[in-house]
């Protein structure tokens, strides 16, 4: 677990948001078997970052659901970074590493609806 990030490696601006994300181990067939539970903080087309209560291993493959609007977001991402925060939680830098281009295409729309309601 590192203490901060050294610099801002991303290749997209991410946009605030708190939707519900739930992981689950990558082989995992039951649907109903979740691992965890979070809430983002912040998204775009590459990954995530999520907040919870509990730390995910750095490295570490899972598969990912997040319900974003009307849409449920499903991809498999890599745990890049863990930071703890301040309140006791841990901030968890998620990278897609497989994810259908449907869902791309709605976190872009996502991310451009939300920038143009809020004057970006």
């Known amino acids: 677990m590192k203490d901060k990030i050294p610099d801002d490696r991303r290749v997209a601006e991410r946009l605030d948001s708190g939707h519900l994300v739930i992981h689950t181990d990558v082989g995992e067939t039951d649907l109903n078997r979740t691992l965890g539970l979070g809430v983002t903080l912040d998204i ?64 872009r729309k996502f991310v451009a609806r939300r920038k143009s309601e809020r004057g970006y």
């Open 44 to 107: 775009n087309e590459f990954g995530i970052k999520v907040q919870a209560t509990s730390p995910m291993p750095l490295g570490e493959r899972f598969r990912f659901s997040l319900a974003l609007d009307e849409s449920i977001i499903e991809a498999t991402g890599k745990v890049v970074h863990v930071d703890r925060a301040l309140n006791g939680t841990f901030e968890i830098g998620i990278e897609f590493i497989e994810i259908f281009g449907r869902y791309i295409e709605a976190i």
